[in-house]
């Protein structure tokens, strides 16, 4: 599937979603007055008989779910119970909200089931057998109610009617599954029929027809295959309709439990009342009967002699337990149902969704801040004050709290960490409550409420887990500070409590402490000495500071702690070895570098800097696994709070990178010398030529020396790096660069050029770059007495070795950052930048000098690209690109600098 068909897609399904949202927002507040009247009407019953009808609601819903399972089981599909929750209380909320006769809600379970790849036949036989089972499970319980509305004299002709209704909707189900079983010729053409009605409406709106050809012969024949697996398998209907029975029990014993909580304790009736009630639920015109199943329980309560405030109560909070309260699950619980989850989206399309929730949350935190600051509306103030005394300090405190809180997060969601997802849900309910209590500030409280529904939905979006080391250590610290700081408050006040104007018992200090250090909030406590107060406030100071710190552990994205094992860098020289075609091949290979293996024998050799897992070059593997390579490296990122970067990518790669989501700038250009038209012929190479010979003159030497490196030679080119880093007042670099390693260096062929009295005056490391037929080298050092021309010298022999070398056509000197790029008016804004930077900038890095330098050995330029996610932040991506190069952090490494040129 194409991307554009999964954005479509992930577009379609999220309207479904935000319509479902405002249909939900429509019901409540057309029907506000309702469940008002229902919180107040619950308040006058027995508390301890509605639980227990709470409870057996709950128990029938389980029930009812297990009724779906055993349906789709009897026909020979296995769902999983969990994943039938949320699809089937959605299907109550999707009746309610659209106007479609009660059809919709068994048109989502079947979606639901189609989508998980089970057969779309067989699930709307399953979906046709759970409504018969239903209405036949009920129609039992019916049956008893009538039954005792006959006897009483109370059975009227509607009720009749209605029952007439429900059993024609019994047969018209089941005949559906007899006529498939019995006659399926018939229900082919039944089928047919229904077929030819779709197609020709179809035409009519000039639009494709959802359903092929064959969807009448091929539903009809697995209709029939279900059908006949229900005759031959029996038991599997008496199961689900076993279970249908009890969980109609179950519901009825509900209703009785809230009847005996408004102290009405006949069961008779009550039965009666919900034999009608449920009755008119099912064959009501009105979605789900809103309004009309209240009104028949009451009225028969009332016909039997029950009060109308007493009638309406049983049935309002009956309503409430067994709809409202699902409904509202229903809804809730929309986004698990596979209609409503979004298709796979672009990664920008998802980075944009993660940095407008961690742009909202900082935005709802300053909001709570800047709220718990300013004076409350006196008219709220004094409507909340009969019910909640202690808003005014607590509800800003905590509002305070909350938002700092919710700023400090936001971070932790711009990097998508799981953590700071469910504490920042956590936060936003206590946002909401706090600027309700604290002055019932219902603006604050619905923005919050907003972006809270927002991040319940967007939660797949972040994914990224916490540092384990830093968990523990941050636990450990919180755990240690909880209990140090009992201790030391207990103590304190029990000890101190002349200080106060109370008298602390041990466990009244106890108690005193903890709500100081949870709730940053003091219950009572007057300090009579300033001593007093100093120690009160010390429990404030230790409260945020461990929960500070506790946060920050929490929220930091995975360290990488060790690079490689030598197993790991073996297994990754192996890779290397055989699929390596690059100057930063042998590179990867350095103890720097971290590995990350992908399932098809690709390898990414990486470091990690400000939270920037920096791939050094493109995966190392076979060609066919490079895209699953990068998806892979990413997929390892995402989990660790890291964004991928490839640094010094081919060009090869860059159509595969823009496929996976990543966007690319050239960095430089790498300079590839071939060797079969290099030549120190012609004016432009003159004083080259004349160095080269002056030195020959001399005496100097150039000798390439295979490894092992012996010791005193390796003395000796140590002795040269030290004094070469020495001239340069600088030190080691890493990641893209290797540095004086003694088995680094002692592995590889070295270019010495020796003096005539034999010491070495300068070398380059040799690599190979593998499967491309081309040398390069690492480090290139001097004593700063060499002659002038000593480096040409040794690059003219380094070209005369290499041509001797079997198959080596080309020598690479490295790259030139920041060259030939931003030159034209079509390339990107970010390679102008870096234009002006090569131009203007040669204070810390003389870019043009190092350019000039290779451009007079004539070399062909090669484009080296940086590869990153759409929307990062490149100013950051190269502030952590130069910190893997130092090896530090780029301030610390600048500082050093400098104090090295002052001394």
Not at 222 to 237: D, H, I, K, Q
Not at 312 to 333: E, H, N, Y
Not at 340 to 359: C, D, I, L, N, Y
Not at 720 to 731: I, K, P, Q
Request: glycine share 8%; net charge neutral; aromatic share 12%.
């Amino acid at each position: 599937m194409t991307a554009t068909v999964l954005e479509g897609a992930s577009v379609k399904r999220r309207i479904l979603f935000w319509a479902a949202l405002a249909a939900a927002v429509w019901l409540v507040a057309t029907h506000t007055a309702d469940i008002g009247r229902l919180w107040q009407v619950m308040r006058g019953g027995d508390p301890r008989w509605l639980v227990g009808a709470a409870l057996l609601q709950v128990a029938y819903y389980a029930f009812y779910v297990w009724t779906f399972k055993a349906s789709f089981e009897a026909v020979g599909i296995e769902r999983p119970y969990r994943e039938l929750v949320p699809v089937v209380l959605g299907s109550i909320f999707v009746n309610v909200v659209t106007p479609t006769a009660g059809t919709a809600g068994p048109a989502l379970v079947v979606d639901d089931a189609v989508r998980r790849g089970h057969s779309p036949a067989g699930s709307a036989a399953a979906m046709v057998l759970t409504q018969v089972v239903d209405f036949a499970s009920f129609a039992v319980i019916m049956t008893l109610g009538f039954v005792y509305l006959g006897i009483v004299g109370q059975l009227k002709s509607y009720e009749v009617l209605a029952a007439v209704v429900l059993l024609a909707l019994i047969a018209l189900f089941a005949g559906a599954l007899v006529l498939a079983f019995v006659r399926p010729p018939a229900f082919v053409r039944l089928l047919g029929w229904v077929a030819r009605v779709v197609h020709g409406g179809a035409r009519l709106v000039r639009r494709e027809s959802p359903l092929a050809d064959d969807w009448a012969e091929r539903t009809a024949a697995e209709f029939t295959s279900s059908a006949r697996m229900l005759a031959e398998e029996p038991r599997g209907v008496a199961k689900a309709g076993f279970i249908g029975v009890a969980g109609y029990t179950l519901d009825l014993a509900g209703l009785m439990a809230v009847g005996y909580a408004f102290g009405w304790d006949k069961p008779g009736t009550l039965l009666a009342a919900y034999a009608v009630g449920v009755l008119v639920w099912i064959v009501s015109i009105v979605p789900q009967g809103i309004g009309v199943v209240e009104g028949a329980i009451a009225v028969v309560l009332t016909s039997f002699g029950v009060a109308v405030p007493q009638a309406t109560a049983i049935s309002l909070v009956f309503r409430g337990m067994s709809f409202w309260i699902p409904l509202l699950l229903g809804f809730l619980l929309l986004r698990r149902v596979s209609t409503f989850q979004p298709a796979r989206r672009s990664e920008g399309a998802e980075k944009f969704a993660v940095r407008a929730a961690a742009v909202m949350t900082a935005a709802i935190g300053v909001i709570d801040v800047l709220s718990a600051v300013t004076p409350n509306l006196r008219t709220r103030v004094l409507t909340l004050e009969k019910f909640l005394p202690l808003h005014v300090h607590y509800g800003h405190l905590a509002a305070a709290l909350a938002g700092i809180a919710l700023i400090f997060l936001s971070r932790g969601l711009w990097r998508r960490k799981r953590a700071a997802w469910t504490l920042t849900v956590a936060l936003l309910g206590v946002s909401i409550v706090s600027n309700l209590v604290k002055g019932l500030d219902y603006e604050e409280a619905t923005i919050a409420a907003g972006l809270l529904a927002w991040m319940l939905s967007e939660r797949s979006a972040f994914h990224a887990r916490a540092d384990g080391p830093s968990l523990a250590q941050g636990l450990r610290v919180l755990t240690a500070a909880v209990v140090g700081t009992l201790a030391y408050g207990t103590t304190g006040f029990y000890l101190l409590d002349r200080h106060y104007s109370l008298t602390f018992s041990l466990g009244a200090a106890a108690r005193q402490t903890i709500v100081m250090f949870t709730q940053f909030y003091d219950p009572h406590l007057e300090p009579l000495t300033r001593f007093g107060r100093f120690f009160a406030d010390s429990i404030y100071v230790v409260g945020a500071g461990t929960f500070g710190y506790a946060l920050i552990m929490l929220l930091r994205p995975v360290i990488l702690r060790g690079p490689s094992t030598p197993a790991e860098r073996n297994r990754a020289r192996e890779i290397v070895e055989r699929w390596g075609r690059s100057s930063l091949a042998a590179t990867t290979l350095l103890p720097d570098k971290a590995y990350r293996f992908s399932p098809g024998g690709s390898v990414v050799a990486f470091s990690v800097y400000s939270g920037y897992a920096l791939a050094l070059g493109d995966p190392i593997g076979p060609p066919e696994d490079f895209s699953a390579a990068v998806a892979d490296f990413a997929q390892i990122c995402a989990t660790n709070g890291w964004t991928p970067i490839f640094y010094q990518t081919l060009p090869d790669g860059i159509a595969e990178y823009a496929a996976r989501g990543f966007k690319s700038v050239r960095v430089g250009h790498e300079a590839v010398v071939d060797l079969d038209t290099f030549s120190m012929a012609g004016g432009s190479h003159k004083s080259m030529r004349n160095r080269v010979r002056r030195l020959e003159e001399d005496g100097f030497s150039a000798v390439v020396h295979e490894p092992p490196i012996a010791p005193t030679l390796m003395r000796e080119l140590r002795g040269v790096s030290d004094a070469w880093l020495t001239m340069m007042h600088g030190t080691e670099k890493r990641y893209s660069l290797g540095w004086f390693l003694d088995e680094y260096i002692s592995a590889c062929p070295i270019m010495a050029v020796h003096g005539p009295d034999g010491r070495v005056v300068a070398f380059a490391n040799l690599l190979s770059e593998y499967q491309r037929p081309e040398w390069t080298i690492d480090l290139m050092r001097h004593l700063p007495e060499a002659p002038s021309g000593t480096m040409d010298y040794m690059f003219v022999k380094l070209f005369e070795w290499c041509r001797g070398q079997n198959g080596c056509e080309s020598f690479n000197l490295g790259l030139s950052p920041l060259s030939d790029i931003g030159r034209e008016a079509h390339d990107p804004a970010v390679e102008k930048v870096m234009r002006l930077i090569y131009d203007h900038v040669d204070q810390f890095y003389s870019f043009q000098g190092l350019h000039a330098y290779k451009e007079k050995f004539d070399p062909q330029w090669e484009p080296r690209f940086l590869v990153y996610p759409a929307g990062t932040e490149l100013p950051l991506v190269f502030y952590a690109l130069v910190s893997a190069d130092a090896g530090e952090g780029v301030i610390a490494s600048y500082l050093k600098t400098m104090r090295r040129r002052r001394s």
